[in-house]
């Protein structure tokens, strides 16, 4: 069975005076929660993509989504639409090496070389922080 590659999932944001964003997935029946509206929506698509990884490692159906009109929210609450792109969720479970091929300019080369500095160490670092 092929594997979707996007999937997509109402969540409702509820917001309280003086209190983080809650947000349910009602489809699934979990729920997380963000200081903020950014915090709030990147803890949803988190969220999500670890619940529905989890329902494709141990071969249980996934429910499917409710259409957003089906969604009834209070005056406190929001619904929104999620997405998460799952090839990056399941490569992010998968903690395999895999071989790039760099160009740097001989000078930088060089001078890395003589300090024994770990190309692979380096790249890595820079990555994650740029990606985080």
Do not use: H
Not at 2 to 15: C, L, N, V
Not at 88 to 113: D, E, F, G, H
Request: charged share 25%; net charge negative.
């Amino acid at each position: 069975m092929k594997k979707i590659d996007r999937y997509y999932y109402p969540a409702i944001f509820a917001y309280e005076p003086g209190e983080e964003i809650a947000v349910v997935f009602p489809d699934l029946n979990v729920a997380t929660n963000g200081v903020d509206d950014k915090d709030a929506l990147l803890s949803a698509r988190e969220l999500l993509g670890c619940v529905l990884n989890g329902l494709e490692e141990d071969n249980e159906p996934i429910p499917p989504a409710s259409k957003l009109s089906d969604i009834k929210a209070s005056d406190n609450e929001r619904v929104v639409l999620i997405d998460v792109y799952m090839p990056s969720i399941r490569q992010a479970s998968i903690n395999k090496s895999v071989s790039r091929t760099i160009t740097l300019p001989a000078w930088l080369n060089s001078a890395a070389l003589e300090r024994n500095i770990n190309f692979s160490q380096v790249l890595q670092e820079a990555l994650k922080n740029m990606i985080s």
